[in-house]
């Protein structure tokens, strides 16, 4: 049996081979849970706001809540954190049409 080095030949050529490289490790699952996240989905905006899921897709489409569109034509929505905050503070609060 051939030894496992970095390089092989190939059988019809005779010629060094290189190995394949190694596949990339994974994040630890701790890692991957400790990033902290700084956009919101509609859902989860729907959750903080207190409303319903489909006003919150209106306001979005509408361009009331701060959004950063992740589909071409407007499709999925992302919401930072931050700009819901001040949203919120700001213009979400004093909104009596809401």
Known sequence: MAEN?????????????????????????KKIRSIKRVTLTPREVAEVTGYGLGRVYKLLRLGVIPHLPI?????????????????????GRQAKWM
């Open 71 to 91: 589909e071409p034509g407007g499709k999925g929505f992302l919401v930072p954190q931050n700009a819901l905050a001040e949203w919120m503070d700001t213009c």
């Open 5 to 29: 080095n970095t390089k092989t030949q190939d059988a019809a050529t005779a010629k060094p081979v290189a190995a394949m490289p190694e596949a990339p490790q994974r994040l630890p699952r």
